[in-house]
C-alpha cells in the first residue's frame, strides 16, 4: 500500500483546510484510514481515523471542527478541517492498516495556522 497526502499550506486561524491522501497498491486489503500529526517539538499524536464500516474517531481537540471521509472509489481519505487554530500547526500524516495488521505511513503534508 502507498499513501500520498497532499492539502497542506497556510491558512489563518478560523479558516479551513482539506487534506487529501490518495492510496494505491493492494487497497483491498485496507481496514482502517487515519491522520495523524506532528508539531515541532512534540511525539506524533492521532488526530481522527475511520474504519471500513464507517466508524469514526476523534481527537478530544478537534472533536467538532475536523471531520474524516473517505471515497472508496478514488481510494482517496480526506480530512476536512475547520476552525482551525494556531495549535493545529502540525505536518500531517495519513495512515493505513490492512487485514495483516501491517501498517503504512504517507508522507507529510505541512499545516501552518498563523493567528
Known amino acids: 500500500v502507498q499513501l500520498q497526502a497532499s492539502g497542506g499550506g497556510l491558512v489563518q486561524a478560523g479558516g479551513s483546510l482539506r487534506l487529501t491522501c490518495a492510496a494505491s497498491g493492494s487497497v483491498f486489503s485496507i481496514n482502517f484510514m487515519g491522520w495523524y500529526r506532528q508539531a515541532p517539538g512534540k511525539h506524533r499524536e492521532p488526530v481522527a481515523g475511520?474504519?471500513?464500516?464507517?466508524?469514526?474517531n476523534y481527537r478530544d481537540s478537534v472533536q467538532g471542527r475536523f471531520s474524516i471521509s473517505r471515497d472508496n472509489v478514488k481510494n482517496m481519505v480526506y480530512l476536512h478541517m475547520s476552525s482551525l487554530k494556531p495549535e493545529d500547526t502540525a505536518v500531517y500524516y495519513c495512515n493505513a492498516v490492512n487485514r495483516e495488521a501491517n501498517l503504512y505511513w504517507g508522507q507529510g503534508t505541512q499545516v501552518t495556522v498563523s493567528s
Open positions: 475511520l474504519t471500513n464500516d464507517g466508524r469514526t
